[in-house]
């Protein structure tokens, strides 16, 4: 049966980018969507696409009248826009979501990217920056997945999707080395049938581009 899609719900992305991210987000809300592919250094940089996003990159939701980039800020949107899909702790509950969703958008995206450009920061200098150092980041992201099946809550949240793909991509393409309790939790967020699914759309979206 053909996927339901709606034009309330467009997803503009490519699926050699963070538009993953996003993708498997919103399989797992499991709402109808559209989705808008972009090419990089063309439609994504068109005038009409930077009225929506003036960064000219993927990937940018459109729901209704919202307009939402970063990839953290839409898996937490589409979790309050979609509270039936039980993708976030109640309010009172959210310091851990709050807290590890962002350190991976925050420290995690920083220390990473730096490492994988060959930047390190000097060790009389990590005061100055958000992530301190690389190890600092990774010590803390291992303790925070180590000893429990989900990084939030006794049960799967966005947290999940954010910091699951993260540690995909990174240990996928070597920007995050192996730890104990890494590949364990993202082999667990990964094999959700979600998951699956969104990997597969994009696969074949990419075989769609190549074949263009």
């Known amino acids: 049966m053909e996927k ?4 309330d719900l467009v997803l503009y992305t490519n ?5 993953r991210i996003a993708r498997w987000m919103l399989e797992e809300v499991g709402i109808p969507y559209r989705r808008k592919i972009l090419t990089f ?3 994504m940089k068109a005038d009409d696409y930077r009225q929506l996003n003036p960064m ?10 919202n307009v939402v980039s970063e990839c953290a800020a839409i898996c937490a949107y589409l979790a309050d826009a ?3 899909a039980g993708l976030a702790p109640p309010p009172r509950e959210r310091a851990d979501y709050y807290r590890w969703m962002f350190f991976a958008a925050g420290p995690v995206e920083a220390a990473v990217g730096n490492r994988t450009l060959g930047f390190q920061v000097p060790p009389d200098r990590e005061g100055m920056i958000g992530y ?10 291992q303790k925070a997945v180590s000893g429990k099946s989900y990084i939030a809550a006794d049960y ?6 954010y910091v699951g793909a993260h540690l995909s991509w990174g240990m996928q393409f070597g920007s995050i080395e192996e730890r104990p309790g890494f590949r364990e939790y993202m082999e667990r967020m990964t094999s959700r049938p979600a998951a699956l699914r969104a990997n597969e ?11 263009d």
Not at 56 to 65: E, Q, R, S, Y
Not at 201 to 211: R, T, V
């Open 56 to 65: 000219g990159k993927v990937p940018t939701i459109v729901h209704g009248k």
């Open 4 to 7: 339901a899609v709606s034009d």
């Open 132 to 141: 301190g150092s690389y190890e600092d980041v990774l010590d803390a992201l």
């Open 15 to 19: 699926p050699m980018s963070r538009g």
């Open 41 to 43: 250094g063309g439609t």
């Open 156 to 161: 799967f949240t966005a947290a999940d999707v």
């Open 82 to 84: 979609f509270p039936q």
């Open 201 to 211: 759309l994009d696969d074949a979206d990419m075989k769609e581009l190549q074949a």
